[in-house]
Structures are given as C-alpha cells and as structure tokens.
C-alpha cells in the first residue's frame, strides 16, 4: 500500500510540474504575442512600455483559461513520453500499475485542476478582464457614444452631428427598450423629449410606440403618438457588442446571478452558453488527458514518438475547431445551446472509451 502511494504521488508530481513548466511557456509565448498588439494599439499615445505590459499581464491568464485543455494535453504527452522514454513505465508496471492507472491518475488529477480553476482562479481573472477594458476603454478616440447598464435602467448617450441624444430606459428585453425617455440637445440647449413605453431598436430607425413628444422650439406642445420613428445610431447589434465579453463574469457570477445578468441585458443565450461552457471544462480536461495518454501509451517504441505526438496535435486542433464550430450553431440557436457545448464532449468519451480499452490490451 505504502509503495503503491508512493508510486501515485511520484506520477502526479511529475503532472504537475509539466502542467506547471507547460502553462510557462506559453503564458511566455502569449505575452509577447498581445505585448505585440498592446504596443500597437497605443502608437498614438504617449504611454511609454509599462502600461502595454500590465496590460498583458492582465488579459494573458484568461487567453490561459480558454485554452487551458490544449495545455492539458501538452503536459500529459510531455509527462507520458518522458516515463516511457526514461523507461520508468515499463518498471512502474512490473509493480502492477497497468496503463489505465496511468491515465486514471492524471485524469483525476486534470479534473481537479479544473475545478480549482474555476472556483479559484476564474473569478481573479474575470475581475483583471474587467480592468483592461475599462482602461483600454478609457484610451478610445471615440467618446461620442456611450452606452451602459445599471441598477438604474439603461442609459445611452449619442452625438448625430450638432445633436445629442440622452437616453434612458428601465430595463431591456430582446428587442425592446421599455419605459424610455429620449432627451435632445442642441448646442447644450434642450429641443426635444420623447416619453414612451417601448423603443423596437433591432434595426434603424427605432420603432417607438405608446408615447408623447415635447418640442421646446413649439411653446412646449405635447403631441402623443401611437408609433414614432426615432433616428439612432444605436442597435440592439451594437448594443449587445458592449456586453459581448463575458470573460469579464465569472464562473461564480453566472451560477449565482444568472437571472440578475439577463435582466441587466446581458445576452441570455450566451449566458447559457459559457454557463455550460465552465459546467463542461473538468470534464473536457480529463478527455485531454486520456487523448494524449491513447496517442503516447500505444506503443512502447521511441522512434514513433514524433510520429504521434503530430498525429496527437493535429487531431487535437481538429478537435478544438469542432468544438468551436458546435458553440457557434448553439449561439446562432441552429441547435439547442447545450447539445452545441457538450454534443463534441460525449462524441470525444467514445472515441476515447474506445481507446484507452485498447491501450489497456496492451
């Protein structure tokens, strides 16, 4: 029992630490990648290097996040093809340990890791997220047009040429603007208020309904309505865009506050889809690792180690294209969001029952 427990904590360190040595190289690999792009975005201000740098320091953990399973993989194959080049799994095998062992063991291992980096890791990263758009954000040219949702309702504020436009709404629901008030400025002067109690903003110019006018230049008159077209450079497309990064919620946020998130305006079908997105990640971990584990422990010979571990990573690339391509018809609503999520994880434990059987053969 003793020397089994040894045997286990001596292949689970060595997890870690190619989880660890891996999750390095490319945090190195993709700092300077955005450190690129930082630099780039700010050629026009006079923000010296720093500031690009804090900036991918900030958004490389999440990037990390998202490809977090293609890190697994890596790791798994690294700690794998080293065992079996330094001869150490044919010996830990004639202490009974067979290959499923091996994969159990990382397997449980990439499930909790995954776990930890949800609970754990996933909320600090969501709040660095928050803070690079919001300083990135405080460094756009444009600042003609803002949008914002708060506990207040809805506020816009847009300029259309001498015009400004300064919009409030209760709330929003799919299409619709509820309980609008719409106030009109030329010049800092107040020329115009619109009151009603829905705005249809799918598409320009607005469709709103049930309301009155108040042109200030006409005595004041009040003019009621039961449609009025509204010119805007805001659309529900547009809109959406604001809240498209949902890197910014965390784990935690989506499960606690999901309804409080869609009553806010954020999309609630994407809501759903990174809801089962982060529901999905242990498990898309642990089929990683058994991917990496069928492609390494298939065959005994060192020659053939090139040849699967680019077999492994082109069937890995195949597989994240996939899953990608299942997301989005989940959020084009071409299929239910949760077969689109978890359709490429049931398809990946077939395929991977199937091989680690004939691994275990072996």
Known sequence: MIKNSVINTYIVKEFLVSTFNVTLIISAAGLIMNLREEVTYFT???????????????????????????????????????????????????????????????????????????????????????????????????????????????????????????????????????????????????????????ADILKTPW????????????????????????????????????????DTISFLKIMTDFNKLSEKGYNERLLSEKKHYYLSLPFFLVLMVCLASIFTLSSNEKKQNIYYIILSIITCVVIFYFKNFSMALGTTERIPMEISVWSPIVILTLFCSVGIIQINEK
Do not use: C
């Open 207 to 246: 469709i709103v309904k049930d309301g009155f006018e108040i042109k200030l230049d006409n005595q004041g008159k009040i003019k009621k309505f039961d449609v009025l077209k509204f010119e805007s450079t805001f659309t529900k497309a547009k809109f959406n865009s604001i809240y498209s990064n949902l």
């Open 44 to 198: 026009d201000y006079n923000v010296g290097i720093m500031l690009p740098i804090a900036l991918s320091l900030m958004i490389i953990p999440s990037i990390l996040i998202n490809i977090f399973p293609f890190v697994i993989f890596l790791s798994a194959m690294w700690v794998l093809i080293k065992l079996k080049n330094n001869g150490e799994i044919l010996s830990l095998k004639t202490f009974g340990l067979s290959s499923t062992k091996f994969v159990y063991l990382l397997s449980v291992s990439a499930f909790f890791i995954g776990i930890i980096i949800l609970i754990a890791f996933n909320p600090i990263t969501s709040i660095m997220v928050k803070y690079y758009e919001d300083i990135k954000g405080s460094y756009d040219l444009d600042k003609s047009h803002l949008a914002s949702i708060t506990n207040n309702g809805v506020w816009i504020k847009e300029n259309i040429g001498s015009k400004t436009n300064i919009i409030k709404s209760k709330r929003i629901e799919e299409d619709l603007l509820l309980d609008i008030s719409i106030y009109s400025f030329e010049d800092d002067i107040l020329k115009e208020r619109i009151e009603a109690k829905s």
